[in-house]
């Protein structure tokens, strides 16, 4: 069955440092793979998606995710940290009959 | 990509009533996607909506606690019912998928008291 893992509940990064956000995940056949982040009271916004070509996927307000088809990981990155980036975020795979399957969300603080 | 109008943006409602979630699409998409996201947590597909036919629903959730409509290729609806503090979550629609992306309404607060 698809799944996906996000191993951590919570991260913090200092402003300006560069940030991660684990995902893992588990599908038979080619992996399908997103990120959405949510802010309070919002609804969820797209970041990025992964269907094809590059492993390293460029996505909006800066972020980036590298697939890593050995690893069978997708982590989000930025380079710098803004205080803005601060909400939850949630890797996702497509799964059967083209569903969608979201880890439990990882909620990211940065740190003035 | 696709815009999609949700409302309610929120709502309280009294336990035993009901409540009814429109979404609104800005283009004809095939399927849509019914969420539940309760406090704290991820989200959970309550069910997939295709046009012209009955909705399918995932393990847990039933028609007639979720009844939901999709009159044409830009509009669904998911109605709550008999709602109890349980059910107090946030709601999300989304389409998909097209060109491989999902977009999601803004959701719908629900406190059931």
């Known amino acids: 069955a698809q799944s996906v893992a996000q191993p951590e509940d919570q991260v913090n990064v200092a402003e300006g440092n560069p940030l991660t956000v684990k995902c893992t995940y588990s599908v038979s056949g080619n992996p399908y793979l997103f990120w959405y982040v949510q802010y309070p009271n919002r609804g969820l916004q797209f970041l990025l998606k992964y269907i094809t070509g590059d492993n390293l996927v460029k996505g909006s307000y800066g972020f980036e995710a590298e697939f890593n088809k050995s690893q069978t990981s997708f982590h989000l990155k930025k380079p710098s940290a803004l205080v803005s980036d601060s909400a939850l975020y949630f890797c996702?795979?497509?799964?059967?009959?083209?569903?969608?399957?979201f880890g439990k969300g990882t909620r990211l603080h940065i740190l003035p | 990509s696709a815009v999609i109008s949700q409302k309610p943006s929120r709502d309280i409602c009294q336990r035993g009533t009901s409540l009814t979630i429109q979404c609104q699409v800005d283009s004809q998409v095939t399927m849509m996607f019914w969420y539940r996201q309760q406090p704290g947590q991820s989200l959970t597909l309550i069910a997939t909506?295709?046009?012209?036919?009955?909705?399918?629903?995932e393990s847990g959730f039933v028609i007639d606690k979720f009844p939901i409509s999709r009159p044409n290729l830009t509009f669904s609806t998911l109605t709550v019912s008999n709602m109890s503090p349980e059910d107090s979550s946030i709601y999300l629609c989304?389409?998909?998928?097209?060109?491989?992306?999902?977009?999601f309404g803004s959701g719908t607060r629900l406190t059931v008291v």
């Open positions: 996702a795979v497509r799964g059967r009959d083209d569903k969608i399957i």
């Open positions: 989304s389409d998909g998928p097209i060109n491989y992306g999902y977009t």
């Open positions: 909506a295709n046009q012209g036919s009955e909705a399918t629903y």
